[in-house]
């Protein structure tokens, strides 16, 4: 045997070159599952940005359309507040419903002076009234917020009306 075959001999004994393949594979698999993690953690922070906020008072959609004029017509958002008592116009054969709809300060309930137009076009919940508290969602455009949702807010409390009683 000469010197090539002793040491080709000696290389495919040598325990560690079989390691050295083993801990490349590992690292290039533990580098890929941190990266795949850091990927799903920065697409799921940067999407929960936006919807993080349930929905946005007249005066905070005002605010970010000042800042950023394209704000709420390039994506939905979500606006709540009470129906102003008087404004609301609904067609029963078109299904189209225009409001305006108040400032309300969501921890105290009070109702503020900033208000927004609104148009709907769709079926009414059952629990639409004139002084309904309700989250509207759809864009705005030209002074107006299109609502594509309508949602109403229910008490938290369940009152029966006077003829369950008769």
Do not use: I
Not at 28 to 40: D, E, I, N, Y
Not at 54 to 59: E, K
Not at 78 to 104: A, H, I, M, W, Y
Request: glycine share 12%.
């Amino acid at each position: 045997m000469d010197a090539t075959e002793l040491n080709a001999e000696a290389r495919a004994g040598d325990p560690r070159k079989g390691t050295s393949r083993t801990r490349k594979k590992q690292r290039k698999f533990l580098l890929t599952g941190v990266a795949v993690v850091g990927l799903v953690g920065y697409l799921t922070a940067t999407g929960m940005q936006d919807s993080m906020v349930y929905w946005h008072t007249p005066t905070e959609l005002a605010t970010l359309v000042s800042t950023d004029p394209g704000y709420a017509t390039e994506r939905g958002v979500k606006v709540g507040g009470r129906v102003v008592p008087g404004t609301v116009n609904f067609d029963q054969g078109t299904l189209e419903l225009s409001f305006t709809l108040v400032e309300l300060d969501p921890e105290t309930g009070e109702v503020g002076t900033m208000t927004l137009p609104v148009a709907y076009q769709g079926a009414l919940p059952e629990t639409f009234t004139e002084t309904s508290d309700v989250v509207v969602e759809g864009t705005f455009n030209n002074g107006t917020f299109q609502a594509n949702t309508l949602l109403t807010k229910c008490g938290s409390r369940y009152e029966a009306g006077a003829e369950a009683y008769t």
